[in-house]
């Protein structure tokens, strides 16, 4: 146990030393670390607890995707059905599917048929899985059409993934300072900004889908007409912007937002009230340009989230593709929409359903507490170790302290986040490091009082315990695993530093202390144990 | 260099005979424990009841706490509970969960922010809503069921089953004893309780698995010994150990419940109290004893007095002592 060949020590040295360097970035400011190269730059990362800022845990509206897949679908059928000159009655959008029956049974297959082409073959690793996106089934005339959860489910993933990097644009539109975006499940995006104070404007700015179309009002009967009897079947009723303004409009889109190129923010000319002005795409201005032509003179509605913002009147056709809108703007509320027609519309709505912020002052408070509770658990600790084992007890210092380096210098490399559970997981670790140390000195104790010469007493010390520090020290690391798993943000903190810890230590308990101790016997050849 | 021995190297306590009290006082601690649980409860932080809990801190001097709440208050937004946390200027608003889903909460805070305005900095805000706060608990109960399986599994692996037993008994017995503390002080409960009563599993685990250990070693070298005489010599043997290691972990937290600030106040408190005061009094008085109970070492030779291992009794090395009758028994023991 106490041999060891150079090649052995030097390995041992060189492994903690390497470790230990990668802890060096975290104490040099960003500015010099920027130079160095790229695999010496990692550093650990302050958690929000300790560096300050806001965490917000986004929810994606999943029924709204599955209702928006079904409108889908319910619109394809509709326009099969009609290009097939096929009648059929009592289409709806029912629960999770869409029906329709075939008013003649003759024409039963051939609508099958061409339902059928509707659904698409769904991908799988190695071409397709043989499963398709929608199921279709028949009975006695009546056709219904379900989308398979397998195609939701890839559709709820798109549908985040795109939330994602609309939320990326929207985010930096602000002129937010390194935000972090990431998914969090099957339907959860986990958005983090250091440094923001009061993420108001943020969750505004997030909170709202900003599907914007253009639409016709329908000028058949009045919004009232409509709402005491059934409005007509294309049409809807929709809320203005003051409360009880209502209007009727016609669902068809004439243009929607997807086709805008560019907005700002300004004011207009005439009024000087802040505007929002609009450029399409060629595509999006020609659909622009028909809709205008033909229909000038009547109003058009301007739809945002399903609210009419406007509905001004078509005084001449809009050739160019470009327009204002004007509605009751502030100059925030004018910036703020611009910013979300740019960035683009989420494809499903956004719930915040988890939020903490903490302030600057409170982070720097945690860091302070957390340094000087390390600091003077640390020192008592080394205190008590020197006093109650003299030399030996310097050897276990010597290997906590690099123990607590190589933490951090695993904790670099990972990347990983330290928060204030994360501090008080290290200064635990030093607590429980100790005792693998403590393990094998008390055996070396028992070995001497047994009988046993100086030199046969530490090794037999060495031997006996490690089994035991094993066994000790896996424990631990399972509740610390399971506590990972589990757990988020600082709790997760907490669950690495304690587990990273139980490693190092291991390490150093099985190396480090051996290889210290063996180079002193080697040394001083003792008669004696000093402990 | 005179070395600080606390413990002295040849203690002879008898602890096992202390179990026929330490048995039933446990159980009764435990029942206790359990109807503290069911009846007085716990204090559910946010994380798990869902709600809002703002930290704030008033620019111009200390709170005026009567004011704050006649504000809030005014709000409408149900239960709201305000405190001093820490300092005379530093309140903490709590309010429960407002029915209406997600959306709900938001809508709460963002009155509350409009309410107190500017007259305060925000330290900190935490919202969590009826989603988030169900999945946490749920998540944090199977989490401790899951370490105590995995734990299981491992020592059962490792030692025999009634030592994964006995082990599972006491540290379970730890775990009751300490949710019986966090009730009775009223102490926050939230997620990094579960840490803390995670890591006090571990902790205990680690402490009972190396007196397990040596009971294990000495099962096999001493045939003949009652158990009680074999249990008691290596709770003795490591007691040097247990108590050092022990007051180093309650070293450093002692540096962390003064030092650590309130932030990890709940977590470190509930650590102390798990750690140092229960784990140690289980590992000695629980854990060992109830291998006897469990029947370990029942299958070996029977039990002739034998004399007591070396380890216990106090020895001067051969080389050094003049060779006395007991001293030659010994080494006819040993062989």
């Not at chain 1, 000159?85 to 039963?108: C, K, L, M, Q």
Request: proline fraction near 5%.
């Amino acid at each position: 146990m106490l041999f060891f060949t150079r090649w052995k020590a030097a390995a041992i040295v060189l492994t903690a030393l390497v470790v230990c360097l990668f802890a060096v970035p975290n104490f040099f400011p960003e500015s010099m670390v920027q130079h160095w190269p790229s695999w010496a730059q990692r550093r650990i990362v302050l958690g929000l607890d300790l560096q300050g800022g806001s965490s917000l845990l986004l929810q994606v509206d999943t029924n709204s995707v599955r209702r928006e897949r079904l409108q889908a679908l319910d619109e394809d059928v509709l326009r099969v059905l009609r290009e097939a000159r096929i009648p059929f009655t009592g289409r709806a959008v029912r629960g999770d599917h869409v029906e329709v029956h075939i008013t003649r049974p003759t024409d039963v297959d051939n609508a099958v048929g061409k339902l059928r082409a509707l659904s698409q073959p769904m991908p799988g690793f190695l071409g397709t899985t043989g499963q398709r996106d929608v199921e279709v089934s028949e009975n006695g005339g009546l056709i219904t059409m379900t989308p398979t959860e397998p195609a939701i489910i890839e559709r709820i993933r798109q549908a985040v993934d795109q939330s994602i990097e609309i939320i990326q644009r929207r985010v930096n539109e602000l002129g937010l300072v390194e935000p972090s975006i990431q998914r969090e499940g099957a339907d959860r995006i986990l958005v983090q900004v250091p440094g923001l104070q009061d993420p108001t404007r943020l969750k505004e700015i997030l909170g709202k889908t900003a599907k914007l179309d253009f639409r016709m009002v329908d000028l058949s009967m009045t919004p009232e007409q409509a709402a005491a009897t059934h409005p007509p079947e294309d049409s809807e009723i929709l809320e203005g912007q003051t409360p009880g303004e209502k209007y009727l409009i016609e669902k068809h889109v004439l243009v929607s937002g997807g086709d805008l190129v560019d907005a700002q923010a300004g004011f207009d000319q005439q009024t000087s009230q802040p505007i929002v002005n609009f450029r399409f795409n060629s595509s999006g201005a020609q659909k622009f340009a028909a809709a205008t032509q033909a229909n000038v003179g009547k109003p058009f509605a301007i739809v945002l989230d399903n609210k009419v913002i406007s509905a001004p009147v078509i005084r001449e056709p809009i050739l160019g593709g470009q327009g204002q809108i004007s509605g009751n703007f502030t100059v925030q509320s004018a910036n703020d929409l611009a910013i979300l027609l740019r960035a683009g519309a989420l494809p499903a709505p956004l719930t915040i359903v988890e939020e903490r912020t903490v302030g600057p002052g409170l982070g720097q408070d945690s860091i302070n507490a957390g340094e000087h509770a390390a600091y003077a658990g640390a020192a008592l600790v080394i205190i008590f170790m020197f006093v109650t084992y003299g030399l030996f007890g310097l050897f276990a210092n010597i290997a906590v302290t690099i123990n607590v380096a190589m933490i951090f210098g695993v904790l670099s490399f990972l990347g990983a986040t330290l928060t204030l559970p994360g501090i008080a997981g290290i200064v635990l670790t030093v607590g429980i490091a100790v005792d693998s140390n403590v393990l094998i000195y008390e055996r070396i104790r028992e070995e001497v009082r047994a009988g046993r010469s100086a030199i046969n007493a530490i090794d037999a010390g060495f031997t006996r315990a490690l089994a035991t520090i094993l066994d000790s020290n896996i424990t631990t690391f399972i509740a610390a695993a399971v506590l990972f798993y589990i757990g988020s943000g600082p709790v997760r903190g907490f669950a690495v530093t304690l587990g990273v810890g139980i490693l190092t230590t291991l390490f150093t308990a099985f190396t480090l202390t051996r290889l210290i101790v063996a180079y002193w016997v080697r040394m001083r050849r003792p008669r004696t144990v000093p402990i | 260099m005179r070395l600080l021995r606390i413990v002295p190297d040849d203690t002879k306590f008898d602890f096992m005979r202390f179990r026929r009290i330490s048995f039933p006082v446990s159980a009764m601690l435990s029942i206790v424990a359990i109807l503290l649980f069911f009846y007085h409860g716990l204090n559910f932080g946010i994380d798990f009841i869902g709600g809002t809990l703002v930290e704030v801190q008033t620019k111009a001097g200390p709170a005026d706490l009567a004011k704050m709440r006649a504000t809030v208050g005014s709000l409408h937004l149900g239960d709201v509970q305000l405190q001093e946390f820490g300092a005379p200027n530093d309140i903490l608003i709590r309010i429960s969960e407002q029915p209406g889903g997600d959306q709900a909460q938001q809508a709460a805070i963002q009155k509350v922010r409009d309410a107190l305005g500017d007259s305060v900095d925000y330290r900190r805000v935490e919202v969590v809503g009826p989603s988030v706060s169900t999945e946490l608990l749920s998540y944090g109960t199977i989490g401790l069921v899951l370490a105590i399986v995995a734990i299981l599994i491992y020592l059962w692996f490792r030692f025999e089953w009634q030592f994964a037993l006995g082990a599972m008994i006491a540290n379970v017995h730890d775990l009751v004893l300490t949710v019986g503390f966090m009730s009775l002080t009223h102490i926050d409960f939230d997620l990094t309780s579960i840490a803390a009563l995670l890591t006090i599993l571990g902790y205990s685990l680690n402490d009972t698995v190396v007196i397990y250990d040596r009971i294990r070693e000495m099962l096999r070298r001493y045939k003949r010994l009652p158990m009680p005489a074999l249990l008691n010599a290596s709770v003795n043997a490591t007691l040097s150990r247990s108590i050092v290691t022990h007051v180093t972990v309650a070293m450093s937290l002692l540096a962390l419940l003064l030092f650590g600030g309130q932030a990890i106040h709940s977590f470190t408190a509930t650590m102390m109290f798990g750690v140092v005061l229960v784990g140690t009094y289980t590992s000695v008085f629980i854990a060992s004893p109830i291998l006897i109970y469990l029947g370990v070492g029942v299958g070996r030779m029977g039990g002739a007095e034998e004399p007591e291992p070396p380890i216990v009794a106090s020895t001067a090395p051969p080389a050094l002592g003049k060779p006395t009758a007991p001293s030659a028994r010994r080494a006819r023991a040993r062989r």
